[in-house]
């Protein structure tokens, strides 16, 4: 190792890196490691916050924490862009500095990418991009008639029930505003149910959950473009007066320039989250962890946080001089408002058997506590 202490670099400080950061820190003191994090943001925010923002009970300042609370932990913040991995020389350059590491923790997640889709960004808004949240409220708030619809437009993408609790948070603030019967909520996804990762017996509880609430779904709907108040499917058509797009998703371009991705695809990983290259690791959005040939880990904060745990034993055990065998567990839960003031749980174990475990619970207010409990333990015990 290059210095007395060894130094872990983790480039990212969303789920994956404050989890991995955090579970190091809490077992290895500073004069046992150095630890920094990286990211072009000073502030995080749990992912479903972004629903609460568009509900109206939240908003950006009273959904974030910042970032520089990880000092008082002893680990260093740097608040730059990550621009080159040099996984040769061991060299990580930012705006203005360079790194040097012993251990390489690459958690920089997945980048939105409307501009895929030609004619989104001046046809439709992000549903998953919070500086659009509010934006949405308002637009949501102010519709009297017509239509909204929510597409899904590239697999995979982040939390998949996530668009779903939307269109349900959507049913609500309209039944509140009194404009639920005049306003019709269709669903869009190019897949042939509604969560290919949970199993066709959750999915059916997922359809059968939405469409007691009369949002009507669309399978197999596959975005060619968009269009003023249309959408254009390669099979069909369907209008529009309010767009909700999910976009598809990349991994940053400085993943796809070193090399350790190809263009389009995500940073291909096993249980142990290591890449070809020496102490070095990937973990959450940025990488592919193949579940069976058809099915990979879904993108989502909770599977980010325990492969951010594995990497972590992984690395603690390699500064002890111990046997390093941590795999990530694939095990997690997701919770789905039903915009009643309550929400289900749907509990996952990815590598339970041939194909993952899932279980969808009934709603109850008890699973909406949990989930507001959810993000204030990530809150307080990472930052
Ligand atoms: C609407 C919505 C609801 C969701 N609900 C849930 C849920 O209920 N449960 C759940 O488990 N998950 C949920 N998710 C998904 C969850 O937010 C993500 O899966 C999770 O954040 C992934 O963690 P990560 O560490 O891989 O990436 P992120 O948390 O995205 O962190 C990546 C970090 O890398 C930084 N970064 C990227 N590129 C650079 C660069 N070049 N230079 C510097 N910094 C860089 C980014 O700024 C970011 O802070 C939801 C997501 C959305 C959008």
Redesign the pocket.
Known sequence: MSETIPHVLI???????LSAANEIRKNLSASQVRITV????NW?M???A??WIIKGTRNFENSTALLNGLEKKDIDFVN????QIDLKNKNIT?STNEFSYDFLII?????LAPQKIPGLTENGLN??DYKQSEEIHEKIKNLKSGIIAISIMGMPY??P??PFE?SLIIDSMLRETNTRESVQIHFYSPAPITLPAAGPEVSKKILDLISSEKIVFHDSCKIKTVEPNKLIFENSEADFDLLLAVPPHVA?D?IYESGLAEKNNFIPINRDCKTPHENVYA????TSLKVTDKLAVP??????EGEGIAVAKNIISKIQSKEDSALFDGK?G??IESGRDTASLIEVDMFSGPNPKTNLTESTAEHLEE?LQFEKDRLSKWL
């Open positions: 480039l990212g400080g969303g789920f994956g890196g990286i990211d072009k943001r995080f749990v992912g479903f972004k629903l730059e862009e990550i621009l930012t958690a920089m997640g997945a980048v549903l998953y982040k939390c029930p996530a939307a940053p400085v973990i959450g959005d940025v993108k989502a904060g909770v599977f980010a997690g997701c919770f989930k």
